[in-house]
């Protein structure tokens, strides 16, 4: 079992800058990818960004050039530094890890926007 706490997030006005963090605790062998999805209200969950163990990262192409996902290995922890942030970027933004053969997810933290 991995559990997942985010924190970081927050009301930003547009334009600004946030970090989210997540780290990664439990029983587990290893983590593979780990990254970060986010859901507005009345929308589905989307993508935002991943990280592999060994730093190869993705972006949704909204997000490119404005966020940066970067991890540390030695303590399961995941970082998505965001910046120039939009109203459309307010959403719930949840942790995602994919551990041993199970994906888990964080409960998620509130990023607000406002313009």
């Known amino acids: 079992q991995v559990q997942l706490v985010e924190s970081g997030g927050g009301l930003v006005q547009a334009g600004g800058s946030l970090r989210l963090s997540c780290a990664a605790s439990?029983?587990?062998?290893?983590?593979?990818?780990m990254g970060w999805f986010r859901q507005a209200p009345g929308k589905q969950r989307d993508l935002v960004s991943t990280c592999t163990p060994d730093g190869s990262t993705y972006y949704a192409n909204s997000m490119k050039g404005r966020f940066t996902i970067s991890r540390d290995n030695a303590k399961n922890t995941v970082y998505l530094q965001m910046n120039s942030l939009k109203p459309e970027d307010t959403a719930v933004y949840y942790c995602?890890?994919?551990?041993?053969?199970?994906?888990?997810w964080g409960q998620g933290t509130q990023v607000t926007v406002s313009s």
């Open positions: 439990g029983s587990f062998f290893s983590i593979s990818t």
């Open positions: 995602y890890a994919h551990a041993d053969v199970r994906d888990y």
